[in-house]
C-alpha cells in the first residue's frame, strides 16, 4: 500500500470541457508529480510541484495547470480537453531528498469523447 | 536530454523459465535508475532501484537488475517466472543532481504462458 490516492479513478469528459482530477500524497511526503500515460507509451512527465511552488515542467502546454496545497495534496487541472489527452494520469509522491524513490497512486482513467 | 529504451515491447516466456528484459538509457549526467511495474488498469508500483553502491539490486520476489555504466544498461532479469509476473514493466530514469523527474521507457509487456 503506497499511500498515495487519486479521484476520481474514472472519468468521461466532452472534448472542450474542464477537468480537475486529485491526488493525496503519502504521509512525509512533500512533492508532488503528475504523469500523463497515454495507451500503450510510458508514462510522461507534465509537471511537479514542491512546497505549493511548480519546480519542474515537461513539454505540455499551458492549458495543463497545478496546485498544490498546504496538506501537500494537488490537483491537476486540463482546459480545452482535445480528444488526444483521453489517457491515465498518475499522480507520484516523493521527499525532496535526491536518493529517494516516488510512490504512484492508481491514476485516474480520463476519457475524451 | 535523457531517454530510456527498452528494446523489447513483448517478451512471450513460459511459466518457470529465466527471462530478460532489456533497457538502455542515454544521459550525459550521472543517473538513478528505477524499474517498475504495472498490472492491468493499475498504477505504477516500484520493483527495484539502484541509487548507489552495489550494481546488482534485488527485488522481494525474485527479480534483479544489474547496472552496467560502461554499456549504459540496467536489464532486469528473473531466473524462474510465474503465470502471476504476467505485467507491463516499465524502466525509468533520474538525473541525480535535480529534481525528480522519472523519464520512462515505452514499456515491455511480459507474457508469462502456462
Known amino acids: 500500500e503506497t499511500g498515495v490516492t487519486q479521484s476520481p479513478t474514472h472519468l468521461i469528459k466532452t472534448r472542450g470541457q474542464q477537468v480537475t482530477l486529485r491526488c493525496s500524497s503519502q504521509?512525509?511526503?512533500?512533492?508532488v508529480s503528475w504523469y500523463q500515460q497515454a495507451l500503450g507509451q510510458g508514462p510522461q512527465f507534465i509537471f511537479q510541484y514542491y512546497r505549493e511552488e511548480e519546480n519542474g515542467r515537461g513539454n505540455f502546454p499551458p492549458r495543463f495547470s497545478g496546485l498544490q496545497f498546504p496538506n501537500y495534496s494537488s490537483e491537476l487541472n486540463v482546459n480545452a480537453l482535445e480528444l488526444d489527452d483521453s489517457a491515465l494520469y498518475l499522480c507520484a509522491s516523493s521527499t525532496a531528498r535526491q536518493n529517494t524513490e516516488a510512490f504512484f497512486g492508481q491514476g485516474t482513467r480520463l476519457t475524451v469523447v | 536530454a535523457q531517454s530510456v529504451t527498452q528494446l523489447d515491447s513483448q517478451v512471450p516466456v513460459f511459466e518457470e523459465a529465466p527471462v530478460e528484459l532489456r533497457c538502455n538509457y542515454s544521459s550525459s549526467v550521472s543517473v538513478y535508475l528505477f524499474w517498475y511495474v504495472q498490472y492491468p488498469n493499475q498504477g505504477l508500483q516500484l520493483l527495484l532501484k539502484y541509487l548507489s553502491g552495489s550494481t546488482l539490486v534485488e527485488s522481494i520476489n525474485g527479480f534483479e537488475a544489474e547496472f552496467n555504466k560502461s554499456q549504459t544498461s540496467f536489464h532486469l532479469r528473473k531466473p524462474s517466472v510465474h503465470i502471476s509476473d504476467t505485467a507491463e514493466y516499465f524502466c525509468a530514469v533520474r538525473r541525480m543532481e535535480y529534481g525528480n523527474k522519472l523519464v520512462f521507457g515505452a514499456g515491455t509487456i511480459l507474457r508469462v504462458k502456462s
Open positions: 504521509s512525509g511526503h512533500n512533492t
